[in-house]
T-cell receptor, first 115, second 116 residues
Framework: DVKVTQSSRYLVKRTGEKVFLECVQDMDHENMFWYRQDPGLGLRLIYF???????EKGDIPEGYSVSREKKERFSLILESASTNQTSMYLCASSPPGGLYNSPLHFGNGTRLTVT | AQTVTQSQPEMSVQEAETVTLSCTYD???????LFWYKQPPSRQMILVIR??????QNATENRFSVNFQKAAKSFSLKISDSQLGDAAMYFC?????????????FGKGTKLSVKP
């Protein structure tokens, strides 16, 4: 079974702090994704990566950056956390683009609160 | 740009009954993939069922089946013999064909309650 592990289940940070959300997958997947989930808004894509050191902006990249130095790890960075970034963050991975009907495999999510 | 719409924010079903969750999408493409995901209170997103747009036959997975109407751009999920464990948020998702990234576009979700 594919395992996607997010390092923190709950996180509380202060406004202005630099925040790192870590995600690791164990299936050698090329693609990794960061989504943000808010009530009534569904899941919105922040960033994704299709290879090491490669990244693409999703629908809501403002205020976020990412890092993918190793294939198995994809980090989401909040350079200066703000209260409007309080949310649930979901990491996912998938096989390469040729397997389009392959589902995304999700982690358990990190609920981030910025005070 | 593609969009996915789930018009029912909340639904309720009696245990052992059948319920249908609605999903419509907007795309100009002819080839694509559609998915239903379930998110229980544990927060783990779980794939329920998938459908390739080029297949006319509706996908089925045990008690879960879809009604895929390509011309109407509709992709509803039917849950038969509902169980308490089916209570969750359900998300409909679209993936375009082609490209290397394979990200999904999600609807806003439907919260399903199952009454004993």
């Amino acid at each position: 079974d594919v395992k996607v592990t997010q390092s923190s289940r709950y996180l509380v940070k202060r406004t202005g702090e630099k925040v790192f959300l870590e995600c690791v997958q164990d299936m050698d997947h090329e693609n990794m994704f960061w989504y943000r989930q808010d009530p009534g808004l569904g899941l919105r894509l922040i960033y994704f990566s299709y290879d090491v050191k490669m990244k693409e902006k999703g629908d809501i990249p403002e205020g976020y950056s990412v890092s993918r130095e190793k294939k198995e790890r994809f980090s989401l960075i909040l350079e200066s956390a703000s209260t409007n970034q309080t949310s649930m963050y979901l990491c996912a991975s998938s096989p390469p683009g040729g397997l389009y009907n392959s589902p995304l495999h999700f982690g358990n999510g990190t609920r981030l609160t910025v005070t | 740009a593609q969009t996915v719409t789930q018009s029912q924010p909340e639904m309720s079903v009696q245990e052992a009954e059948t319920v249908t969750l609605s999903c419509t999408y907007d795309t100009s493409e002819s080839d694509y993939y559609l998915f239903w995901y379930k998110q229980p209170p544990s927060r783990q997103m779980i794939l329920v069922i998938r459908q390739e747009a080029y297949k006319q036959q509706n996908a089925t997975e045990n008690r879960f089946s879809v009604n895929f109407q390509k011309a109407a751009k509709s992709f509803s999920l039917k849950i038969s013999d509902s169980q308490l464990g089916d209570a969750a948020m359900y998300f409909c998702a679209y993936r375009r064909y082609g490209g290397s990234q394979g990200n999904l576009i999600f609807g806003k979700g439907t919260k399903l309650s199952v009454k004993p």
